[in-house]
């Protein structure tokens, strides 16, 4: 269910972030990468280390309290720290914990941090001698489709994409336009991995992963961190923080349904269609709004079929009938929908798996501040996230500008 707590209103007070870069190439190590963007969200803020009553640390890949090591450049004041692993959604999940802790009253002011530290390539299993966390997943999509060479991930979400195409007559064009929309936003975001503009025809010629997938259509493996500060209406009060403050208006986090492996799941729900759509209505619910209210989306386009067919379970589209935004070219600046995606997304703004939802934070928190500079949605006052990582888990949040 949402967290609906005890009523309290809650806020992000607070947002950084470093640039995301290609694994190698980074200066630094995680610790450093979270002291930037810590150290960045707390400025932003305007707040001391020492009002921090809790820290949420999400990363995916490292031994056990790296949370700790990430925040002890920050203070050393004893809080508790507690490290977050959600797969892709662990950015989000992150920030879902910290906004329980403050909403249910536990504390006035925690801290979400997220970060990676990633290898080159396509992800794979680390731990071969135990039960994998998609089992179940990889035994149903095997049965809707022949297991094929490409890396798994790609696989999974092209199957979700070609089980749309075949039910709902989308092409490859479509999913191709994302990823050149997704390029073309980033050009104007300086945290961005990728920044560089390409033609349709270079999105389309680029290598092809697993149809309709080319490379230009999937997220990269990326180093980097984000940050984000959540405080209740009582704190925001006290340090008159409103003009800056940012509602958390509703959220959602929903797992696996059964829907996800019964005999009906095509690789769409797999890929945890259903788990979006059950955390898009209680979010939506929660903060008073529906899809048609929505100004400006961050949403996990982890590659291009994920983000066509979570146009669907967001409500931004009907049921099959995502490639019709993607027609209508409504999902950018100028087009009749929300802009999708204006940070480049994690197709080019990069996806350190830990940070990726906080960036998403981030950005949303820039936009209904108008602070997103180039990136800038004229007039935006409703704002939606959604991450989500397999295995799984799908956090669905609603912002809005604070109001005393």
Known sequence: MSSNG???????????????????????????????????????????YEDVEQVYAGYCYGDSTYGQR????????????????????????????ARQAVKGGVVDCALAVG?????????????????????????????VRAPEESPFAPQMFGNAGRDHMEKYGSEPDHYAWIGWKNHKHSVNNPYAQFQDEYTLDEIKE???????????????????????????ERYVDEHDLWEQAIEIAGQSMVTDLS???????????????????????????????????????????????????????????????????????????????????????????????????????????????GQADKRQVEGAKVALQHNIGLGGAAVVSVYKPATA
């Not at 200066?27 to 305007?46: I, N, Q, S, V």
């Not at 299993?125 to 049965?143: C, G, Q, S």
């Not at 092809?208 to 984000?228: R, W």
């Open 70 to 97: 990430a925040v002890y450049q920050l203070g050393l004041t004893g809080i508790p720290v507690v490290n977050v692993n959600n797969n892709c959604s662990t950015g989000s999940s992150a920030l879902y914990l």
């Open 206 to 232: 680029a290598r092809m992963i697993h149809e309709p997938l080319t490379k230009l259509q999937c997220s990269p493996t990326s180093d980097g961190s984000a940050c984000a500060i959540v405080a209740s």
């Open 115 to 143: 970060f990676e530290k990633m290898e080159k390539g396509s992800l794979g299993m680390k731990y071969t001698d135990r039960t994998p966390a998609l089992d179940k997943h990889m035994e149903r999509m095997f049965k």
């Open 259 to 369: 829907s996800t492996f019964d005999d009906e799941a095509d690789c769409i729900k797999i890929v945890g269609y259903d788990m979006s759509k059950e955390a898009a209505r209680q979010a939506y619910e929660e903060a008073g709004v529906g899809p048609e209210d929505v100004d400006v989306v961050e949403l996990h386009d982890c590659f291009s079929a994920n983000e066509l067919i979570t146009y669907e379970a967001l409500g931004l589209a009907a049921e099959g009938e995502g490639h019709k935004l993607v027609e209508a070219e409504a999902t950018t600046y100028g087009g009749d929908g929300p802009v999708v995606n204006p940070s480049g997304g994690l197709i080019s703004k990069g996806h350190p798996l830990g940070a990726t939802g906080l960036a998403q934070c981030s950005e949303l928190t820039w936009q209904l501040r």
């Open 6 to 48: 005890n009523g309290n209103r809650t806020f992000v007070i607070g947002v950084g972030m470093t640039k995301f870069d290609k694994p190698g190439t980074k200066e630094g190590d995680y610790p450093d990468w979270a002291k930037e963007a810590g150290e960045k969200a707390l400025a932003d803020a305007g707040i001391p």
